[in-house]
């Protein structure tokens, strides 16, 4: 087992650089999603759309460099370290898309992510997650994987029977969801490099289960950021069912552990709510200038204010 001090030095940083790909490159893909005609959900034809914009492109090209450094987070961190720290990636969107609209940044926005930042600071510090035993799929996993599945296709069904903001949310779980599964499937891929080098992870089943699952959550994700009005809400959902996620796969399926006594696990309580409320304050906030937008009537300040 990789020694504490040298999993933190490597995949505390690939993680946070990572999540910060993944930020700006979701800010350019919500913007170049609005500039093509809107396409069924899980439709890959919205892809064949995306691809025409040499700015979604570059955008792709920043995902893969964000997944290839969690994938080296992964093979030296826990996932119950690796995944809670993607939720800075809601920060990192916050400042570039104020950024590249031209505009200041949003002072209830920042905060939002902030606590969401400070949240998650408070919740590694308290239950100091560790790394179980070697990452692999057991028979244990079984339930757990059976309840992903249902929600998954619960989600499926809500985006396709109501419009609106309960569209996109849905969109977004289902995208966390699969994000989250396909991070525990990277896990066990980087474990198979590092015991038994570049080739072995395709003697196994589960490099493919990951080549079939992250481009569906990618779709997904694409269609959630065409489907909102603003960005803050999807990703923010996205970024927390994501990690969410990846905890319960750490613990179920990998052995991963934290401390839960009663005063830690009441501080990881509070750590939560602060989260939580981060998000509820982004998502409103967002609410609030979409009215704003519609009130001014304008397309480009439209465009500028969806970043934030």
């Not at 590694?124 to 994987?145: E, F």
């Not at 849905?170 to 499937?185: E, F, H, R, S």
């Not at 992250?214 to 994700?221: A, N, Q, R, T």
Request: some cysteine; aromatic content about 6%.
């Amino acid at each position: 087992m990789t020694a504490p001090g040298a999993w933190l030095a490597i995949a505390v940083p690939a993680a946070v650089v990572g999540a910060a790909s993944f930020g700006l490159a979701s800010v350019v893909q919500q913007r170049a999603t609005k500039q093509v005609p809107k396409i069924d959900t899980l439709n890959p034809r919205l892809l064949v759309e995306l691809v025409r914009k040499p700015i979604w492109v570059a955008s792709v090209l920043t995902v893969i460099v964000g997944l290839s450094l969690q994938v080296v987070a992964l093979a030296f961190g826990p996932l119950l370290l690796v995944q809670p720290l993607l939720v800075t990636s809601v920060l990192f969107a916050t400042v570039c898309s104020a950024w590249l609209a031209g505009r200041h940044l949003d002072g209830i926005v920042m905060l939002g992510a902030l606590c969401c930042m400070g949240g998650l600071a408070a919740f590694l510090l308290l239950a100091r997650p560790s790394g179980g035993g070697r990452a692999m799929i057991a028979p244990q996993a079984v339930p757990l994987a059976v309840l992903l599945a249902l929600v998954f296709a619960a989600c499926l069904l809500a985006a396709t029977r109501f419009p609106g903001e309960i569209r996109v949310i849905a969109l977004a779980l289902a995208t966390g969801v699969l994000y989250g599964v396909t991070a525990a499937l990277m896990k066990v891929v980087a474990e198979q490099v590092r015991a038994g080098g570049i080739t072995e992870p395709f003697q196994h089943w589960v490099l493919y289960g990951v080549c079939v699952i992250g481009p569906c959550g990618f779709l997904l994700s694409q269609n959630a950021f065409q489907q909102g009005r603003l960005i803050s809400p999807a990703l923010a959902v996205i970024t927390t069912v994501d990690p969410l996620v990846g905890v319960a796969i750490g613990v179920n399926w990998f052995g991963e552990q934290m401390i839960i006594t009663p005063t830690v696990l009441a501080g990881e309580t509070l750590a939560g709510m602060a989260i939580i409320g981060g998000i509820t304050l982004l998502t409103y906030r967002g609410e609030h200038l979409r009215r704003e937008i519609e009130r001014e009537g304008s397309d480009d300040s439209s465009e500028g204010w969806a970043w934030g």
